[in-house]
């Protein structure tokens, strides 16, 4: 039987599995906020393009909103929820928290980046991007864990050639950090076989 992607199921095996890990070590230098909702082929995650921006070593990849820790932000917890508001105009509350998972590091390197998944109630909310977004959007969980669009990419990574897995998402390309971060999801809540 195939895993269940509703969002409420998503909800009770996080809670199930204690993936939400209040006081977790503050030690990443970025955070993320991985947001669900509930949309007509079950969970939904929201994904943005990054703006392209000549310098920037992230320009036009598909993300997570977030970004770099402030002096102001109270925890990478604050800088997630204030980076989502910032880049899509989604304020989101720490009640729909539902887990802080693993470090990621960002471009194979040691930077590391926090991890918060979120679930929102609201199926219809309206997203604003800003001039660090291109787009914003959001992707039945569904086609990334049947692997619909399931690709390799060669990328060079210390100066070697390797196949990175992907996801072609139309006509955007889930790979890289973003994707092993999606697959961390997936993964901490049982969400595959």
Not at 63 to 91: C, N, Q
Not at 131 to 145: G, K, M, Q, T, Y
Not at 165 to 176: A, D, F, K, N
Request: glycine share 10%; proline share 5%; with cysteine.
């Amino acid at each position: 039987m195939p895993p269940s992607l509703l969002l409420a199921d998503l909800r009770a095996a996080f809670a199930a599995r204690g993936v939400l890990r209040f006081g977790a070590a503050d030690d990443a230098a970025a955070a993320v906020a991985a947001v669900l909702r509930t949309g007509p082929e079950g969970a939904e995650i929201l994904l943005i393009r990054r703006a392209r921006r000549e310098g920037d070593p992230w320009s036009g990849h598909v993300a997570f909103p977030g970004g770099k820790r402030d002096a102001t932000d109270t925890s990478l917890l604050a800088t997630s929820i204030r980076e989502t508001r910032e880049e899509v105009g989604l304020t989101l509350d720490p009640s729909g928290l539902l887990a802080r998972l693993a470090n990621v590091g960002a471009g194979g390197s040691a930077y590391p980046v926090a991890e918060f998944v979120f679930a929102i109630d609201d199926p219809l909310v309206s997203l604003r991007v800003n001039v660090e977004v291109e787009d914003a959007f959001w992707v039945p969980l569904r086609r990334i864990v049947e692997k619909q669009g399931k690709e390799t990419m060669t990328r060079i990574v210390a100066g070697e050639r390797v196949e990175l897995p992907c996801v072609r998402l139309g006509e955007h390309v889930l790979w890289g950090m973003t994707h092993r971060m999606v697959m961390q999801i997936v993964a901490a809540a049982g969400a595959v076989e």
